[in-house]
């Protein structure tokens, strides 16, 4: 490990400039590039006290051994060399997009004498006009198959066209009429270019004037009874629709425009990017990669364009890119997609409109896409594996923790505080064991006390199934730990690993709530959030795992899932509270007499100032009940009316009873087993 000041450059040194400067590890290779639009400013950061630094950065700059820079006249000039030098040097710290399959395009090679369609993947060929890309190459051929009726081009390879040339037959194609056949001279070479040129026009979305020249060459035909002629355009002109029904509109005609959005966590980010031309959808393309460096989603935005365009040109680069967050700052690099383009380029974020709403699509593929990269990490054996067994070394357990329990609180501004605990065993999530606790020791927000309090309340149910069943029989043979229909009894298993959602203070309140019930063979760790730091009871430093490390990776979806399900049950009880009704206080009125009451009367309004006559009229509702209701809504306090958060709407009449849903008594934790709310798998 290297000591940046080793190698930082003497005060002066640095240019106060435009340019792009490049770290390089102790074997001369580069591990980092980057640009600025003040090297002296930029580099400066980097040189910093290493406590101030973020993980990730701290660990590139003692990595290196060396730094260097080239000055630059523009911004944009840099933008090009810090792109240049990313794909030559490849450095490790630096955030690389790959593609998660060779997404297949629709290629017409303009290139050659006797143009072809084909299905092409990989890099980009020089003179090949492509169309794309798609999600499948069926997809491809679908299209090219509607096409080929109208726009004849061939399709065939080099060795099939030359012995077609050579005995004088053309393909099946030829044939029946879906190729033009210039192997064996039916059309000239100029003729078959004009339509490849018509094809390609097509697919880059001018459609209307070929669908309205078929049209009137119909009519005409029709006109002057060429009936046979004129079927044959109908079927043209439906092949054309079909081909075009394949990519549906979704912006105004004559739109071109990228989508690019961004789906991003601690560790990995997602793109997704739709390719819209002609109003219609063409292609669609996506990326996972690993945050190996600290990056906002301005920061993958840009480097999500260079990506993009940094090999295109002309119609490559469409006229209008929609983003989620512009790079900072925004004009070198739109300048640099106009350099580009050739023609100005719009770089901006949706506000409005259809627009809007098509980037909120894009994104909701990007999120799917790294859920679906996430769920196909977690689901290898091998990496699972690997993940336990690098817990273990990092933690120093004796054996890899094949179940493990991780607690989180939650709250809003100390009301309805909650916890969570979820298990994981195998690395993989197991449901119906987990658990919802209410905090009952005491009122108002306080993180450690309520894990303390938690982490007791399990591990007391624990000892108490212990001593109940005995854990261990005669000839160490495992008791039972199921019920007599066979589900396993509540807190039965203890887990080898206890991860709690938080930093020292946290894991400190559970070391000591394990303690205090003499229970010592159970490791504790804290994983905060902010750093991605583990944290061990009693170390005053935390343990660092390496950025890539499949540990790592497993801890933190299992504090994730840990957050995700405190949350959504400190939400559930928010929910209950504001829906809190009267009616739930009257004693032996059931769920089907409050909607009977709340249906005939309209709302607790209008039932409140109902006469016991009035009230008697519902139907399953006595004279003694009417007045148990009457008596308990004169002495219940009105209900503050309801607002609606968003416009500050207040909604008086939205008064309806609805009764709230039940969440176990309060302080006890809510099993598996219990129905609706209280089931511990959200439903």
């Known amino acids: 490990m290297a000591d940046p000041s080793s190698y930082r450059p003497r005060p002066g040194e640095i240019p106060d400039s435009p340019g792009v400067y490049r770290f390089r590890d102790e074997h001369r290779r580069v591990i980092y590039v980057g640009k600025a639009k003040s090297l002296r400013q930029r580099l400066a950061n980097y040189f910093q006290d290493l406590a101030g630094l973020h993980p990730r950065t701290r660990t590139m700059v003692t990595t290196a ?47 050659e004498e006797y143009p072809r369609v084909q299905v092409m993947r990989g890099h980009k060929k020089k003179g090949v006009r492509y169309f794309g890309p798609y999600g499948h190459a069926w997809a491809i051929r679908d299209t090219v198959d509607l096409l ?70 119909m009519t005409d035909a029709a006109e002057e009874m060429e009936y046979e002629r004129a079927a044959r355009l109908r079927d043209d002109i439906d092949a054309l629709k079909k081909a075009m029904e394949k990519s549906a509109v979704v912006l105004a005609d004559a739109t071109d ?12 980010a997602a793109v997704q990017i739709f390719h819209v031309r002609g109003g219609r959808v063409r292609g669609q393309r996506g990326w996972v990669t690993d945050k190996v460096e600290d990056v906002t989603t301005a920061a993958l935005v840009e480097h999500a364009l260079q990506q993009l365009y940094g090999e295109e040109t002309g119609d490559s680069v469409p006229k209008e890119v929609l983003v989620p967050a512009l790079p900072d700052p925004v004009e070198p690099v739109q300048q640099w997609l106009t350099d580009r383009r050739g023609a100005n380029v719009s770089l901006r974020i949706p506000q409005r409109g259809d627009k809007k709403s098509l980037m909120e699509t894009v994104a909701r593929n990007a999120q799917q896409s790294l859920i679906l990269h996430k769920t196909k990490r977690a689901s290898d054996l091998t990496t699972r594996s690997r993940a336990l067994e690098e817990i273990s070394e990092a933690l120093d357990l004796d054996s890899a923790p094949l179940r493990i329990e991780c607690y989180d609180i939650s709250h809003l501004q100390g009301d309805d505080v909650v916890a969570s605990m979820v298990v994981f065993e195998d690395g993989l999530s197991r449901k119906s064991e987990y658990r919802r606790f209410q905090i009952k020791g005491f009122e108002g927000q306080d993180d450690v006390r309520s894990m303390h309090e938690v982490i007791t309340r399990r591990f007391r149910r624990y000892l108490a199934e212990k001593e109940k069943t005995g854990e261990w029989a005669d000839g160490d043979e495992l008791r039972d730990l199921k019920d007599d229909e066979g589900r396993p009894k509540r807190f039965a298993y203890p887990p080898q690993l206890v991860v709690v959602d938080g930093g020292q203070p946290q894991v400190a309140a559970a070391k000591k709530a394990l303690d205090e019930l003499g229970i010592d063979d159970i490791a504790v760790c804290g994983l905060a959030k902010r750093l991605e730091e583990v944290w061990l009871p009693d170390d005053d430093d935390p343990v660092v795992l390496p950025r890539t490390s499949e540990g790592l990776y497993l801890l933190q979806r299992v504090r994730d899932e840990a957050h995700r399900f405190a949350i959504t049950y400190q939400r559930a009880k928010r929910a209950k509270r504001f829906r809190a009704s009267p009616l739930d206080d009257v004693p032996g009125l059931g769920e089907t007499r409050k909607q009977a009451l709340i249906k005939h009367f309209g709302s607790v309004k209008k039932l409140r100032s109902a006469t016991i006559d009035q009230i008697c009229e519902v139907p399953g509702i006595g004279r003694k009940t009417a007045e148990t209701i009457a008596v308990a809504l004169a002495q219940a306090a009105p209900a503050a009316p309801a607002v609606n958060t968003a416009t500050g709407e207040i909604m008086e009449d939205m008064e309806d009873g609805t009764p709230g849903t039940t969440a176990g008594a309060p302080g006890e934790p809510v099993p598996a087993g219990a129905p609706d709310e209280r089931r511990g798998q959200e439903t």
């Open 148 to 217: 080929l009726r109208v726009f004849p081009v061939r399709t065939c390879s080099a060795g099939v066209f030359k012995n077609a040339a050579r005995t004088g037959r053309p393909c099946l194609l030829g044939y029946i009429g879906k190729c033009s056949a210039p192997c064996v001279g039916r059309v000239s070479e100029e003729e078959h270019r004009e339509l490849a040129e018509e094809f390609s026009d097509f697919m880059a979305g001018r459609t209307g004037t070929y669908i309205r020249r078929l049209e009137k060459q």
């Open 257 to 268: 425009a990228d989508l690019i959005a961004v789906a991003e966590d601690e560790l990995e």
């Open 65 to 111: 051994a060396s730094v260097e820079w080239t000055v630059v006249s523009t911004e944009v000039e840099a933008l090009q060399l810090e792109y240049s030098w990313i794909k030559e040097y490849d450095p490790r710290f630096n955030v690389k997009y790959r593609d998660d399959k060779s997404y297949p395009y629709l290629a017409v090679t303009m290139n």
